[in-house]
């Protein structure tokens, strides 16, 4: 986005759409960097709003910034500086903010030197359930709010608020100072830091509302926290497993919208335009992890099943009793309405889609995935193999209903639609 030039005024709408599209971007870092200097999270939130909210008195008048990151993190350091001068404490770390606004170091050693990263870990503390953890670092982090972090964990969003709300509560309660742990505790935080950096990859993937299929910006930003998370811990097989599961997963970027910004299903993609860079990267991240011998967990699992769809020429190709078999394994590991209705899906790739339904039906029997738009969305598919269209077209208009992202809902009504010609 290029900002707009000094004088440049434009209208409150512009320049909300302007913050919002800078929040996206920038939000994380500038909380990350808020949170170590002050201390606690919440604290933080609350400068970054303050200065969000100045931005957009100021810059309709005075214009976007340069550098608006930067503006909008002096802008929260000077408001933390004057609540400090009024309460008359922390003369120290006032000095060392107050002596240059534009860079605050720490003499304290830190042994994670990438902030956003450092949040993450911060964030995930054993005070909180694992729960807790994520949906909390998905809304800093992330920059998702209570209604998008519902949809990925399949709740109401009053749920969320109130689990966003008391997990907030909790650290306050706690005193917990926000600040990177010591290595010796990374790994009683690393499932839930992992959680949470793949979460982030996935909305960026596929996003859940709005009117763009892709959040990049969001799955670029987790793939680099992967990648430094795998700098700090090079011999964790889940750890290169995720990165894995991230580049491969990413490679197919440039062909999962068409120029008009539409998705484009597996199917119909075409993989010339897969990056196969990142095909490559993926593959040796998961060969190391595999060279650690410890046996595949959830995300190099995962890996291994988007490392079939890298290397098969095409759909008809692609080996789906191997795909079918590694969902089943991740299914043991880590079971999961979402994996049951993917094994759904290699099963009716590989069997036929008879067999595919029996195992969707039974997931809607049971009462999973309530509210989501994946199980009448794969149950149209499959209806439709089986040349059952008005079925179908009901299964995939009622998908399209429950999605809460523009772009498939369209896809899945123009689904629909041609069912009935």
Not at 125 to 143: D, I, M, S
């Amino acid at each position: 986005m290029s900002p707009a030039p000094a004088g440049d005024t434009g209208t409150d709408t512009d320049t909300a759409r302007r913050v919002a599209a800078i929040w996206r971007i920038e939000g994380a870092r500038i909380v990350a960097t808020l949170a170590r200097v002050v201390g606690d999270l919440p604290t933080a939130e609350d400068l970054a709003q303050d200065a969000v909210a100045e931005a957009l008195a100021q810059w309709p008048r005075d214009g976007v910034p340069a550098n608006p990151g930067a503006w909008l993190t002096a802008v929260a350091k000077r408001r933390a500086i004057d609540g400090w001068r009024r309460e008359r404490v922390r003369d120290e770390k006032y000095g060392l903010i107050g002596a240059d606004l534009d860079e605050v170091t720490d003499a304290a050693w830190q042994p994670i030197d990438d902030d956003v990263l450092r949040l993450v870990f911060a964030a995930c503390h054993p005070v909180l359930a694992r729960e807790a953890q994520v949906a909390l670092t998905l809304k800093v982090v992330g920059g998702l709010d209570a209604a998008a972090i519902a949809r990925l964990f399949l709740v109401p969003v009053p749920t969320m608020q109130q689990r966003i709300v008391r997990a907030k509560k909790a650290l306050s309660a706690a005193r917990v100072p926000f600040e990177a742990p010591d290595p010796a505790e990374w790994p009683a935080r690393l499932g839930a830091v992992l959680s949470v950096i793949y979460l982030v990859f996935t909305e960026g993937y596929a996003a859940t509302s709005g009117d763009a299929v892709l959040r990049t910006e969001l799955a670029h930003e987790a793939i680099r926290l992967g990648r430094v998370l795998a700098r700090l811990l090079p011999r964790e097989p889940e750890v290169l497993g995720l990165g894995a599961l991230m580049e491969l997963q990413a490679s197919r970027f440039a062909a999962r919208v068409d120029a008009n910004g539409d998705a484009v299903l597996l199917a119909d993609q075409d993989r010339r335009r897969w990056d196969r860079s990142a095909i490559s990267r993926g593959r040796a991240l998961l060969d190391r992890a595999d060279a650690r011998g410890r046996g595949r967990g959830p995300y190099q699992l995962q890996a291994a099943i988007a490392l079939c769809h890298a290397e098969a020429a095409g759909v008809d190709t692609t080996d789906w009793d191997r795909i079918a078999l590694l969902y089943e394994a991740l299914g043991r590991v880590a079971p999961s309405p979402v994996v049951e209705l993917n094994r759904a899906v290699a099963v009716s790739m590989a069997s036929g889609p008879r067999e595919g339904l029996a195992i969707v039906d039974a997931l809607a029997a049971a009462g999973a995935l309530r509210s989501s738009h994946l199980i009448p969305s794969v149950r149209g598919e499959l209806l439709s193999r089986l040349g059952r269209h008005d079925e179908a077209r009901e299964q995939l208009l009622e998908a399209a209903d429950r999605t809460r992202n523009e772009r498939a809902a369209a896809l899945l009504r123009r689904k629909a639609e041609a069912l009935g010609r």
